[in-house]
């Protein structure tokens, strides 16, 4: 680290980013100058200070941390991002790696691998919890197909509004109340969107619906 690393740390739980400002602030090459409970916040702080590294939660109040990277790379703001996430499901983590993120910890392994994460992204390199490694090499070795636009044909206006709303995380009950329909219609929904684009898997809609979710977004515009 040839000068000293200006970092911005977003997480809403104050005792975690406590933890986290404590280790980086034993290190002369790593100033902080930022913090965030929140990802609206976040986002402010890494647009005015132009860090070098922003540390976030993947989940947070306003913006979670994958909505903060995708609106900063469209910027073009030069920044490298590190994700600290509870998550270990695997359609996260590719999610993240699809949108620019470097560095992809496990909030358990954090204290034990933030500084060699933050070295490999300042070094140009990728860095993911060890216990994630099955991750990179899926990816490595993936041989999916890039969708195409024609499953926007496949879909009805009601399916795409449901699979919208699951590539933001919402629960089945959340969109059920949403739409103001019961909880089994929009289960039937979501099996027959799965059917149609024949997604079969624990989670592979939720995937598919984050990997895919700009296209229907400019559909439904």
Do not use: W
Request: charged share 25%; aromatic share 6%; proline share 2%.
């Amino acid at each position: 680290m040839a000068h000293q690393l200006k970092i911005v740390i977003a997480d809403d739980h104050p005792i975690f980013r406590e933890g986290l400002s404590r280790i980086l602030n034993k290190e002369t090459a790593i100033k902080i100058v930022g913090q965030a409970g929140n990802g609206g916040d976040a986002l402010h702080l890494i647009k005015t200070l132009k860090p070098d590294i922003g540390i976030l939660d993947i989940s947070m109040p306003i913006k979670n941390g994958l909505e903060i990277v995708q609106e900063i790379r469209s910027l073009g703001q030069k920044i490298d991002f590190i994700i600290m996430t509870m998550y270990r499901e695997e359609e996260y983590f590719n999610h993240a790696l699809d949108c620019g993120v470097k560095g992809y910890l496990l909030k358990e392994n954090a204290a034990d691998e933030l500084l060699n994460c933050i070295k490999s992204v300042t070094e140009g390199r990728y860095y993911v919890s060890s216990i994630l490694t099955e991750f990179l090499i899926n990816r490595k070795n993936r041989t999916d197909v890039e969708p195409s636009d024609s499953f926007l044909e496949k879909l009805t206006q009601m399916e795409l509004r449901i699979l919208n709303m699951i590539a933001e995380n919402k629960t089945s009950k959340k969109i059920a109340d949403l739409l103001y329909v019961s909880h089994r219609t929009v289960q039937n929904h979501r099996s027959n969107i799965c059917n149609k684009l024949n997604l079969k898997g624990h989670n592979r809609l939720l995937q598919f619906a984050l990997e895919n979710k700009n296209k229907f977004n400019l559909h439904n515009s």
